[in-house]
Nanobody, 122 residues
């Protein structure tokens, strides 16, 4: 069974940076494309970024423009989410997801990690 394991979440002050990691236990059709989502308390899960393993096809939500970048390392089956200039509104549980198609909706992904908590203090 394919597993996605996120790490890197922690408490950080506003303006700081974090890099989240997601290790994919094995590649499969359900991990052809990878995505990052986040879910804040009381809010719906929202799209952050997505990418294929080659990086030639990517998508990013407007919330991350200029601040958030997704990258992939096919050699280690790891995807990253680099977040800079963090804001209080970035506080959320961040989830890694895998799917056959690149999607900006959570329903487009069949595999999910358990999430990693990011807390930004003002």
């Amino acid at each position: 069974q394919v597993q996605l394991v996120e790490s890197g979440g922690r408490s950080v002050q506003a303006g700081g940076s974090l890099r989240l990691s997601c290790v994919v236990s094995e590649r499969s059709p359900d991990t052809y494309n990878m995505g990052w989502f986040r879910e804040a308390p009381g809010k719906e899960r929202e799209f952050v970024a997505a990418s294929g393993w080659s990086g030639s096809s990517t998508a990013r939500a407007p919330l991350g423009k200029g601040r958030i970048t997704m990258s992939t390392d096919a050699a280690t089956n790891t995807v990253y989410l680099q977040m800079n200039n963090l804001r209080g509104a970035d506080t959320a549980v961040y989830y890694c997801a895998g799917g056959r198609q690149m999607a900006t909706k959570a329903g487009g992904y069949s595999l999910w990690g358990r999430g990693t908590q990011v807390t930004v203090s003002l």
